[in-house]
């Protein structure tokens, strides 16, 4: 069974940083794809970042462009999320998802069949 366990998030004052880890285990690939998402209340899902741990691929959502920073390292099948220059409107759930049908990212939210427990991020003004 694949599992993801997230870590990190809490609360931070505009400006701040924060950095979310999201560690996978069980995983039968060695090319898959690790996302993240984030949903603020009453807003929908929104992607914010992809990393694809076979080929060091990525992608930014333009909301978060030059603030996040997304990595991994394989050896632990661990991808992190570095939050810089955080913003009040950052202010959500951010749930890491994974993909190991593909190598390549991709943000279609639905096409993720594992997901982490989701880490509460905050950012106050």
């Known amino acids: 069974e694949i599992q993801l366990v997230e870590s990190g998030g809490g609360l931070v004052q505009a400006g701040g940083s924060l950095r979310l880890s999201c560690a996978a285990s069980g995983v039968p690939v060695d090319a898959y794809v690790i996302s993240w998402f984030r949903q603020a209340p009453g807003r929908e899902r929104e992607g914010v970042s992809c990393i694809s741990m076979s080929n060091g691929g990525y992608y930014y959502e333009d909301s978060v462009k030059g603030r996040f920073t997304v990595s991994s390292d394989i050896a632990k099948n661990t991808a992190y999320l570095q939050m810089s220059s955080l913003k009040p409107e950052d202010t959500a759930i951010y749930y890491c998802?994974?993909?190991?049908?593909?190598?390549?990212?991709?943000?279609?939210?639905?096409?993720?069949?594992?997901w982490g427990q989701g880490t509460q991020v905050t950012v106050s003004s």
């Open positions: 998802a994974l993909d190991w049908t593909v190598a390549r990212c991709h943000m279609f939210w639905d096409e993720y069949d594992v």
